[in-house]
């Protein structure tokens, strides 16, 4: 069994669920890629699982280095509670990605999983080598202190098809980006087996009250992003309805070294509109020398 | 002479300044890279000639396609007087390409030859495959009604050596990106023989009664841009002090199909900073298919 796991290459649709013990917690992961170099651990979503990744995403950034995706505390086959914090989540990741046993990692982190993302890089910065955040925000960002109206409104309707709830949170009503939504959903549906149970209700009330108490107004608000020296790309549509786009801007102008990246016509979910663009600009990214350490040689 | 120059594959350096005649005007050029494709043409900024282009990125970019500097009317070794309006220069440019037999070109602005690039593809849409728009702006774009603070200050001073002054127009203040400043200075002086004469004193005055007249106040500033449906990629230094970074962010969000990149620590010269990574990125997105072109077979 352990002789075919280290020849087997696993995929998105393939990896197996597996399970490691930190914290009292139970964590549920999967892991899969090109094992060199440094792995990319995935932060996700308001109310997703890890089933809710796009395959062209993990796949595609797999080609080149070991991925990997887990399921925070409380959330779907993870024990443990959901907290009512940002930097709790944070903790639970930590101790996630150490009882895996990582010295250091990538960490790409999703809106609500981009907050968890730079509050791991502010509280436990030697795990983290490079940062990617997606569709996220800073503390205190624009529209940040409660959900917007559009968010509220998306996820308040009822749809036909519960899937189709991610075509309103991901891309714009623009035929284009609605085309390439139905896709995303054809593929985060293709793993058939072993997938991971939906989240509990308990779930959303837990991390509304994390990101409202990360996005109410303070002093300074963006005086903590000067601490995280990690190289950073800052990706978004320039239409996002959930976390406006004015938020990545911010991130960018106040992170110390961070790449921003717009991409057209699309929402919150633009790595899922143009997914080949994404892996791309983050496979450079995250393969690319760091230019100011390379200055200093 | 024909035979041996179509075996030879010219270099920034080795390219030979070649002229061509149009509107009762001659126009000083070069090609060089490799003849398939859509060819790229180079448009410059404020008192720069073609030699003024950084080498790395030129050369970089003709690895896949043609690239085609020139001196537009009243630079350096092209007859005419400069302009004083952005619309006259675009036009000029237009009639340079039409008389180098070119039906269609992906153009690259920087700066003021950003401006004369949007103008181009709204004046001549038919000659305009795709648009790079570096350290540029809009109309009524901020700031940009006269030259900043800070480009008054730039360009009124002396320097010991006259290259300097890119020193302080294109890099910021840090060790990082005055050491990369300095690294561009060298290869902007590689090419030997054979360079462009400096341009002459009347230059600067026309060029900046053309930019004020571009960026003067006005209703609906950035409504033209609507018209300009070419794939556009925008990128800019997260710090730019000469057209201010905010333009670049206007362009994006204003311009129906445009990519935006900001680089971190860099001002106006963002793309000399880091010339493999704005190679790479420039690349791809000439390279790419467009999305929604391809969304609809």
């Not at 189709?164 to 390439?180: D, G, N, Y």
């Not at 939504?181 to 837990?206: N, W």
């Amino acid at each position: 069994m352990t002789e075919s796991k280290t020849v087997t290459i696993h995929t998105h649709q393939t990896a197996p669920t597996q399970f490691v013990e930190a914290k009292g917690l139970r964590f549920a992961y999967r892991r899969f890629g090109k094992s060199s170099g440094v792995p990319l651990v995935f932060n996700m979503h308001f109310t997703g699982t890890m089933d809710h990744w796009d395959p062209a995403v993990t796949d595609g950034l797999a080609r080149d280095r070991e991925v990997i995706l887990f399921d925070n505390a409380g959330i779907s086959s993870s024990s443990g509670e959901v907290p009512n914090s940002i930097e709790e989540m944070a903790a639970n990741a930590a101790a996630f990605i150490r009882a895996v046993g990582l010295p250091q990692v990538d960490v790409l982190g999703f809106s609500l999983g981009g907050l968890v993302a730079q509050e791991l890089a502010v509280a436990a910065p030697e795990l983290v080598r490079r940062l990617i955040l997606l569709g996220t925000g800073p503390r205190s960002g624009e529209g940040m202190a409660s959900l917007t109206p559009e968010a509220q409104k998306i996820f308040g309707a009822r749809y036909a098809e519960p899937d189709h709830l991610w075509l309103k949170v991901f891309f714009t009503p623009s035929e284009f980006s609605q085309a390439a939504g139905r896709a995303y959903l054809k593929r985060f549906r293709l793993r058939v087996d072993d997938r991971e149970p939906d989240v509990s209700d308990k779930v959303a009330a837990a991390q509304v009250e994390a990101l409202t108490k990360w996005g109410a107004p303070r002093e300074n608000p963006f005086e903590y992003l000067k601490a995280i020296a990690q190289p950073t790309l800052v990706v978004n549509g320039d239409r996002d309805v959930i976390i406006c786009s004015m938020n990545s801007w911010i991130l960018q102008q106040h992170l110390p070294n961070a790449q921003l990246i717009l991409y057209p016509d699309a929402n919150h979910g633009s790595q899922y509109q143009y997914p080949e663009r994404f892996v791309r600009h983050a496979s450079l990214f995250l393969s690319e020398e760091d230019a100011r350490a390379s200055a200093r040689h």
